[in-house]
């Protein structure tokens, strides 16, 4: 049976999947990056949690991070267009289906990488803070 984390995690890249960029998870940057963007979850750090008693509960604010990566010559408006998205998809449902207590994706931070013989890529590292509990640190 899978862990509360891993669960949210696989719920977070669902979300990203049906989004028109193609949504990896915790792979490495391939050769092409697709017309649309891509995005990559990477799991990030649960943290340290706050522990409440009676019951025992552990509170996260985990963060997960999203790589978001364009190229082409119309690479600035498609970027913002997938910011978007992202933003549009994640507060459609805070909570995950339920997974959660909240889900917040804070601002990126945009550079502009060169690539020998192509265009450029726009890329950014867009943290996700997922908020839940569980009963147990390694549930």
Known sequence: MPTARETIL????VRLSAL???ALRGEVLPERVPAEGLLILRDGDPGEPEVTLSPLRYHY???????????GADRDATFDALCASIGTALA?????????????????????????GAASLKAA???????????DQLA
């Open 10 to 13: 696989a719920a977070l890249h």
């Open 20 to 22: 028109p960029p193609t």
């Open 61 to 71: 604010q985990h963060r997960a991070e999203i790589e978001a990566v364009v190229q």
């Open 92 to 116: 459609a449902d805070r909570t995950l289906g339920g997974l959660c207590d909240w889900v917040e994706a804070e601002a990126p931070q945009a550079v502009d990488l060169p690539v020998d």
């Open 125 to 135: 590292v867009i943290p996700v803070v997922l908020h839940y509990s569980t009963a």
